[in-house]
């Protein structure tokens, strides 16, 4: 019977890998569309605070023990700040100017943070593949990001041209970017989190620690946040405060605290797959040529700084070095 539960789980877990992708991707086209009814603090608080409740709950009824130190409670509170604040209040403010595919893609551009931050705090090799990686994904988060405007401007004339900066800092994609360098600093914290506290009632605490800033700024500076919303609306944010954020951080979480972060970041390409997907199918969200090839270009970046020592092997013939955490996650 143990080795027919064991292999049942086995089978299960590419799917769990993939699920936290699959869920953020979708959820992200249920906040765009409710986006135009209420405003970017409330959205981002009322994802947070109860999918935060929902997962403690969960962590109690499987006697997960709570925090006891007051290293677990500062880590908790930092990783809440930069993780939940930050990340989804710079993600709500993102969406009411971006699309969701498009704003999904520039979020998980973080992989690319995340290997630079790697490499500086932990020693981790980049390497010539993954240095190709990051340019390519410059590239790309320019094309994205970067009105067409600005990069025809670049190309005919000098450096010392003016350009309306101003206007770029009104577009949507720039707070997607700072969402995914807030989620990249979050992703690396992980390690130092778990060391104080269960992973599943850390992801329950910051959300709502997260979330608290975000509800009282909402109260503050924010008028009619649910006034507007229909019934639709609501099952939206449901299924986004559910699926999108207890679970889904539940899980990878979860896998994060127990695998190398570095190859469980690498499936992170896979959300704006999804969210490209069904943004076209249920928003009818189009992205012009030039962003195509800026999301060809970030995909393929993330994929060749995730999997750098594969390639590097399979072109050298020099076997990479082992990763027995890699092994255990992929």
Same mark, same amino acid.
């Given at each position: 019977?143990p080795?027919?539960?064991?292999?049942?789980?086995?089978?299960?877990?590419? =799917?769990?890998?993939? +699920?936290?992708?699959?869920?953020? *991707?979708?959820? @992200?086209?249920? @906040?765009k569309?409710?986006?135009?009814?209420?405003?970017?603090f409330?959205?981002?608080? =009322?994802?947070?605070?109860?999918?935060?409740?929902? &997962?403690?709950?969960?962590?109690?009824? +499987?006697?997960r023990?709570?925090?006891?130190?007051?290293?677990?409670?500062?880590?908790?509170?930092l990783?809440?700040?930069?993780d939940?604040?930050?990340?989804? #209040?710079?993600?709500?403010?993102?969406?009411?100017?971006?699309?969701a !595919?498009?704003?999904?893609?520039?979020?998980?551009?973080? $992989?690319?943070?995340?290997?630079? /931050?790697?490499?500086?705090l932990?020693?981790?090799?980049?390497?010539?593949? *993954?240095?190709c990686?990051?340019?390519?994904?410059?590239?790309? =988060?320019s %094309?994205? #990001?970067?009105p067409?405007?600005? /990069?025809?401007?670049?190309?005919?004339s000098?450096l010392?041209?003016?350009?309306?900066?101003?206007?770029?800092?009104?577009?949507?994609?720039?707070? @997607?970017?700072?969402?995914?360098?807030?989620?990249?600093? !979050?992703? =690396?914290?992980?390690?130092?989190?778990?060391?104080?506290?269960?992973? &599943?009632?850390?992801?329950?605490?910051?959300m709502?620690?997260?979330?608290? $800033? /975000?509800?009282?700024?909402?109260f503050?500076?924010?008028?009619?946040?649910?006034?507007?919303?229909? *019934?639709?609306?609501?099952?939206?944010?449901?299924?986004?405060?559910?699926?999108?954020?207890?679970?889904?951080? !539940?899980?990878?979480?979860?896998?994060?605290?127990? *695998?190398?972060?570095?190859?469980?970041?690498?499936?992170?390409?896979?959300?704006? &797959?999804?969210?490209?997907?069904?943004?076209?199918?249920?928003?009818?969200?189009?992205?012009?040529?030039?962003?195509? %090839?800026?999301? %060809?270009?970030?995909l393929?970046?993330?994929?060749?700084?995730?999997?750098?020592?594969?390639?590097?092997?399979?072109?050298?013939?020099?076997?990479?070095?082992?990763?027995?955490e890699k092994?255990?996650?992929l």
């Amino acid at each position: 019977m143990p080795s027919k539960q064991s292999s049942f789980l086995f089978s299960l877990t590419p =799917i769990l890998l993939v +699920a936290p992708f699959f869920l953020w *991707g979708t959820a @992200m086209v249920a @906040m765009k569309g409710v986006m135009p009814h209420t405003t970017p603090f409330f959205m981002a608080g =009322i994802r947070l605070i109860p999918a935060g409740i929902l &997962v403690l709950v969960v962590a109690a009824i +499987a006697k997960r023990p709570q925090p006891q130190s007051w290293q677990a409670w500062a880590w908790i509170s930092l990783f809440a700040f930069i993780d939940g604040t930050l990340f989804q #209040g710079f993600l709500a403010a993102g969406l009411v100017r971006t699309t969701a !595919g498009l704003g999904s893609v520039m979020i998980d551009s973080q $992989p690319l943070a995340v290997a630079v /931050l790697s490499a500086w705090l932990f020693k981790e090799r980049i390497g010539a593949i *993954g240095i190709c990686g990051l340019i390519l994904g410059v590239l790309g =988060i320019s %094309c994205i #990001g970067l009105p067409i405007e600005w /990069l025809s401007q670049v190309a005919t004339s000098s450096l010392t041209s003016q350009f309306d900066v101003a206007g770029l800092s009104d577009r949507g994609e720039w707070l @997607m970017l700072l969402a995914a360098l807030s989620m990249a600093v !979050g992703t =690396i914290l992980i390690p130092f989190v778990t060391k104080y506290v269960d992973p &599943v009632v850390a992801t329950g605490w910051h959300m709502i620690i997260g979330g608290i $800033p /975000l509800a009282i700024g909402s109260f503050y500076l924010e008028s009619n946040q649910w006034t507007a919303i229909t *019934g639709s609306d609501w099952l939206s944010i449901a299924y986004s405060t559910v699926f999108g954020s207890a679970i889904a951080y !539940g899980l990878f979480f979860y896998f994060a605290s127990k *695998g190398n972060l570095t190859s469980l970041s690498s499936l992170t390409f896979l959300t704006p &797959v999804f969210a490209l997907l069904f943004g076209s199918l249920f928003l009818g969200e189009t992205l012009d040529l030039l962003q195509w %090839c800026g999301v %060809c270009l970030t995909l393929v970046s993330i994929l060749l700084i995730n999997q750098r020592d594969y390639l590097w092997s399979q072109l050298t013939g020099v076997p990479s070095i082992a990763d027995p955490e890699k092994a255990k996650l992929l």
